[in-house]
């Protein structure tokens, strides 16, 4: 007989991935300017984030490091139709009058944007991504030093350094969550497609890949894009809670700062995103006070500027070092737990409720179990672990 | 039976190395031919060529008709030519059954709607998909390890694996290079049966290359043997078997000579 786990709990599931979630969504909904709501936004912008730039790095085998243009091409191009005339008048008053005088509701902005985003993406795919190899990564770390030039000295349309204040506070957590719930969703049906599966293959051999039928420069392009678009959104809605976007935001500190999270998530799973994001988003705030100078059990210590950065410099070596495949691994439990029906449906299956008393009674005897003897057809028909 | 794969004058030429020189080859339809010669003869680059992984320097391929020359290689493989790999080239982190899904799926049209959507039509195509591999799997006797990730099955099952994997893709030829390397007698024994009872099932051509010369000779209709990159000897296998340039390709010049 299998053990029971905790992973096989429906309604464990429910409750942690997303039950739990709603809770602090609801909470940051109902306290919009509240530390914490700024937090669980942030958090959640991040695992759109990541679970785009893990499409990219992860499932397809590339590795990006620029996604922060994208974010910034997101960023500008949503504010663009989201600010006043009146706005856009005073700080960027060489755009054409056409957009001047546009403004559309917030997600047609973000889509906008996105877009942008996919264009600037197809230019610098088209021709990197027909070359094997790290091309890529290059391509995309110089991609962000231009995009920063321009928007750094193209005053008539940026604002120059400045940057662009004043952007309408429009991305509160409804909004975010809600973006975050259709993008995790629409990924996982990707990856769990033959679309997936492709880009997979692709990843695990491109040889074989491609005399299975698999054309690899459509593959990589199109999941550049896809993850592009996601990013330019991911991006607007940052710069909509921020409301203030300059070049210098989006700049190889956001940038490696996402390929960490994802590293620390997970590179090969979507799932990955979510805790990543959320340690992204909190770790620096539990740090903070070690850089003024925090009271600890009585001893004042003195003020260390830097150091969260170095602890998460640290964290990230450790990450690589005992569990390279970050937190989550290749497991898929938090996406799939939220997007299967077998999860809602546990509430009502009396056989849920004695699995959790299962794996209770499993997490205290299965030690001793496995000691005992390990059965043959145990060995036979438990798959390895996925 | 009509020609199904015509190979003329092929040449590959890696700056001055002729990997493979003025190679001619006629492959006819629902005829298994095998590919034998010794190490470096050049073997498994005219699969590469045939494969469209390598563009020859000059020559022509024509198949079922139509020229293939320098044609991309998934191109290629929806036509009809699918292969195996010498040095296994299987997608490691995948289970078994992924592997082979990977091979069913290559006609499919991309079904954006149905992807996003999670459409009826998707879910029945994404069963029949797991139903056509699994009857892959059994038919290389590797079903039971369905669930397995793929690199953690025995070396002779994984080379099963990737034939399963090809077979997926309803392929017209296919090009086997080593199949049973690295099996035991009992194994080599297997597959020979295997592949002719595939070929005969679903009406496969099939090229091999070999070095086991058990399989060669058991399976084959037709041979070709090379070394240093051209054909020395060409026929059926009893003829190539006893032909002194094959023996001496193999053997060296005093073989010839010992056996007289």
Redesign the interface.
């Known amino acids: 007989m299998r053990t029971t786990t905790f992973k096989d709990c429906n309604i464990l599931r429910l409750l942690v991935f997303v039950i739990l979630p709603l809770c602090a969504i609801v909470y940051g909904a109902s306290h919009p300017s509240g530390y914490y709501a700024g937090l669980i936004n942030l958090a959640g912008i991040y695992i759109i984030l990541v679970a785009s730039l893990n499409l990219v790095n992860g499932f397809s085998g590339m590795f990006s490091m620029g996604h922060a243009a994208f974010m910034a091409i997101g960023a500008y191009i949503s504010a663009f139709f989201t600010l006043t005339p009146a706005q856009k008048m005073a700080s960027t008053p060489g755009l054409p009058e056409w957009l001047i005088n546009a403004n559309l509701p917030f997600v047609v902005a973000l889509i906008i944007g996105g877009a942008c985003a996919v264009v600037v993406a197809l230019i610098i795919g088209y021709p990197v991504l027909r070359f094997k190899g790290h091309y890529l990564s290059i391509v995309t770390l110089g991609l962000i030093v231009i995009v920063r030039a321009v928007l750094d000295n193209e005053g008539e349309y940026t604002n120059g350094a400045r940057g662009i204040t004043g952007l309408p506070p429009k991305s509160n957590t409804v909004v975010i969550f809600i973006i975050m719930a259709i993008v995790l969703y629409?990924l996982f049906?990707?990856i769990r497609?033959?679309?997936g599966?492709?880009l997979?293959?692709m990843r695990?051999?491109d040889?074989?890949?491609?005399?299975?039928?698999?054309?690899?420069a459509s593959k990589k392009l199109s999941a550049f894009c896809i993850s592009a678009f996601i990013t330019g959104m991911a991006g607007g809605l940052f710069g909509h809670m921020q409301s203030v976007i300059s070049g210098k935001f989006y700049y190889f500190d956001l940038s490696f700062r996402v390929v960490q999270t994802s590293i620390i998530g997970g590179m090969f799973s979507l799932s990955g995103a979510v805790p990543g994001g959320i340690i992204m988003a909190y770790l620096p705030e539990v740090l903070a006070p070690l850089e003024t100078g925090v009271k600890l059990f009585g001893h004042q210590l003195p003020e260390m500027y830097g150091a969260s950065n170095l602890i998460m410099a640290i964290i990230l070596i450790l990450i690589i070092i005992f569990r390279r495949q970050g937190l989550m691994g290749?497991h898929e439990f938090i996406v799939e737990s939220m997007f299967s029906k077998d999860t809602y449906t546990s509430l009502f299956k009396k056989e849920e409720y004695l699995n959790i008393g299962r794996a209770f009674r499993d997490l205290f005897t299965g030690k001793w179990r496995k000691s005992k003897k390990a059965l043959p057809e145990d060995i036979d028909n438990t798959?390895?672990v996925? | 039976m009509s020609v199904l794969l015509e190979a003329s004058e092929l040449n590959m030429h890696f700056k001055g190395l002729k990997a493979v020189n003025n190679f001619n080859a006629q492959i006819e339809k629902g005829s298994i031919c095998g590919l034998i010669g010794t190490n470096g003869a050049g073997k498994t680059t005219v699969i590469n060529m045939l494969s469209g992984v390598l563009v020859p320097t000059s020559g022509k391929i024509i198949f079922d008709g139509k020229n293939i020359t320098g044609v991309r290689p998934d191109k290629i493989a929806k036509m009809g030519i699918t292969r195996t790999y010498q040095n296994l080239r299987l997608f490691k982190k995948m289970t078994v059954l992924e592997n082979v899904i990977i091979g069913a799926q290559m006609h499919d049209k991309l079904d954006p709607l149905g992807i996003v959507g999670n459409t009826i039509p998707h879910k029945r195509r994404e069963a029949e998909l797991k139903d056509k591999s699994m009857e892959m799997l059994k038919v290389m006797g590797i079903e039971k390890y369905a669930d397995h990730i793929s690199g953690s099955l025995p070396y002779g099952s994984q080379r099963k694996l990737e034939i399963a994997r090809v077979l997926a893709a309803d392929p017209k030829l296919l090009l086997l290079d080593e199949p049973a390397a690295g099996m035991n007698p009992q194994e080599s024994a297997e597959l020979t049966e295997i592949i002719r009872g595939i070929r005969d099932r679903y009406g496969l051509t099939i090229l091999l290359i070999e070095h086991d010369m058990k399989v060669v000779m058991g399976l084959c209709e037709y041979i070709y043997c090379m070394a240093f990159g051209e054909i020395i000897s060409e026929g059926l296998p009893e003829a190539v078997r006893n032909d002194p340039k094959v023996i001496e390709a193999y053997l060296g010049r005093g073989a010839v000579h010992a056996e007289n």
Not at chain 1, 207 to 216: E, F, R, Y
């Open positions: 629409f049906r990707l497609s033959q679309y599966r492709g997979i293959a695990d051999d040889v074989a890949a491609q005399t299975l039928g698999i054309n690899l290749e798959p390895p996925v």
